[in-house]
């Protein structure tokens, strides 16, 4: 089994936000860090912070956008080129509704009113790279025995709300991939979990929202709750959401993980479906 500090992790989303946070504190944490995103600008002022600590060779920026053809197999290979192997994959690439409705504070999204267009690319930029990135990563996990997939998605109660289509369904789809993906992993040495942050983040995402930037989640946030997923201490941590804004510092990290975690998705009781009683033996999962 690798020590934490020789693994390595990738960061999708990693040049703004809290992908940034996520790279910069994976970093102090002595894990070599992969940071992708779409456009190069940022990755390059994550390379001056990187530099200015005296970490530039831990790290490795990709420009990428994830939702093209073969773009999370190009990806994998330069990281596996660099680093030789990959054990963290952070999916924290996506859209928020921001980017397509600037004024979406004062004129709300409505369903009708989306393009087919839009609503695609929010599920190939929210929902799709997700799952183009963990099938990429996954069977290198596999073969090492180990290996943690974090999902960033958003407060359930965002997926739901009125005015939050296309963003909400997209990050609910991410949220139901997750519990499958948990689960088909059982057992394995991989584990995967959603992360979020529990609110209103002061990001680039939410530039013009009306409130105090002071009175926002801070991206980093969501570190400590992400350092406690990847080290072995959460071995036995699958299928749980953990919400960043209630992680409480000031307790032994087991603890704060009681407080801040959930199963992930949505409670299924009673709602479960019925299924015929097979008549030939099923295959194991």
């Known amino acids: ?54 970490r530039a060779a831990a790290l490795l920026t990709i420009p990428a956008d994830l939702t093209l053809p073969g773009a999370a197999e190009q990806v994998g290979a330069q990281v596996l080129a660099r680093f030789g192997r990959m054990d963290i994959l952070v999916n924290n690439a996506g859209m928020g509704l921001s980017v397509l409705w600037p004024d979406r504070w004062v004129r709300p999204v409505r369903f009708w009113d989306i393009e087919p267009d839009q609503w695609r690319l929010f599920f190939r930029t929210n929902t799709d790279t997700q799952f183009l990135m963990s099938r990429m990563a996954v069977p290198h996990m596999m073969r090492a025995g180990w290996g943690r997939i974090i999902n960033v998605t958003t407060s359930l109660s965002s997926m739901l709300r009125s005015g939050h289509a296309p963003y909400g369904p997209s990050k609910a789809a991410a949220e139901a991939m997750t519990s499958i993906m948990a689960e088909e992993r059982e057992n394995t040495g991989v584990t995967v979990n959603v992360l979020t942050p529990g609110g209103l983040t002061n990001t680039s995402a939410n530039q013009r929202a009306p409130f105090d930037r002071a009175k926002m989640l801070q991206p980093a946030i969501m570190v400590p709750p992400l350092l406690w997923l990847i080290s072995d201490a959460a071995s036995g941590v699958s299928a749980r959401r953990f919400v960043a804004v209630r992680w409480n510092a000031s307790l032994p990290p ?19 479906a019925v299924h015929p009683v097979a008549s030939t033996p099923q295959p194991k999962r």
């Open 1 to 54: 089994m690798k020590s934490e500090a020789s693994r390595v992790a990738i960061v999708t989303g990693g040049g703004r936000g809290l992908g940034r946070a996520m790279v910069l504190g994976l970093l102090h944490h002595d894990i070599m860090v992969a940071a992708v995103d779409r456009d190069a600008a940022p990755l390059e002022e994550v390379s001056a912070i990187a530099r200015g600590d005296g």
């Open 254 to 272: 087991a603890e704060a993980a009681a407080v801040a975690g959930a199963p992930v998705g949505w409670p299924t009781t009673g709602s479960e």
